[in-house]
């Protein structure tokens, strides 16, 4: 929808009517062009610092290294999918692995979200979708409102309620990429 407000016309934009200018407004012109040149120039680096600090920084994974963890492939979490009842059930979420074993009810062989465990399925998680191909960890296709929204899914959700036993290789991998590229600057 169009704005509602747009018919309404700025006095100060209308054409002057005065052919014959003086140097006095000449000069008063140059002056206003050089201040808005200014202004605008003043008004792009406030958007673009806006931008920069506007976009949504997602909460950073802290591998806790005291801890003892595990580094899980797709293959090895792929082990914890509830099927086995003699098994914890594992899923993860932006690349930390938790035991779900106590949410059975939800994730187990016939929960409503089994099709989340023994996976990283960060995608879904944050789209609220059990889709086979939003079943990734991939969320380089989220918005920034997403992105927020599926790290308050992972405080309020996960880290409140089920315990990190490791992380997913991925994220190690991409943390150790970024490590190096810091070491290069
Ligand atoms: C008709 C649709 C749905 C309904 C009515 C529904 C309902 C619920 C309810 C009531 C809970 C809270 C259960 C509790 O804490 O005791 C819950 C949790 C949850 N739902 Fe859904 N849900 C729906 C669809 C989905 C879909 C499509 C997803 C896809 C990812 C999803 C993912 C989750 C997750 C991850 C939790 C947290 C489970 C946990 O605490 O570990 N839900 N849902």
Do not use: W
């Not at 082990?79 to 106590?102: H, L, R």
């Amino acid at each position: 929808m169009s704005n509602p407000h747009s018919f309404h016309l700025n006095p100060h934009s209308g054409a002057t009517s005065c052919n014959v200018r003086s140097s006095v407004s000449q000069q008063q012109a140059e002056m206003e062009g050089a201040m808005s040149v200014k202004i605008s120039c003043l008004l792009l680096s406030l958007v673009g610092i806006s931008l920069v600090l506007g976009a949504y920084q997602p909460i950073k994974i802290e591998v806790d290294k005291n801890v003892e963890t595990k580094i899980f492939t797709d293959e090895e979490i792929a082990n914890y999918d509830g099927s086995q009842e003699d098994k914890p059930i594992y899923m993860a979420v932006k690349g930390a692995v938790f035991d779900v074993t106590s949410g059975k009810s939800f994730y187990g062989k016939k929960g409503p979200y089994n099709a989340l465990a023994g996976k990283d399925a960060t995608l879904g998680v944050a789209k609220m979708s059990l889709q086979p191909e939003d079943l990734i960890s991939d969320v380089s296709s989220l918005s920034d409102e997403q992105l927020k929204e599926l790290d308050t899914t992972f405080e309020q959700v996960y880290t409140a309620k089920y315990p990190v036993v490791g992380y997913m290789s991925y994220l190690i991998d991409q943390q150790e990429a970024d490590a190096a590229r810091r070491e290069d600057l």
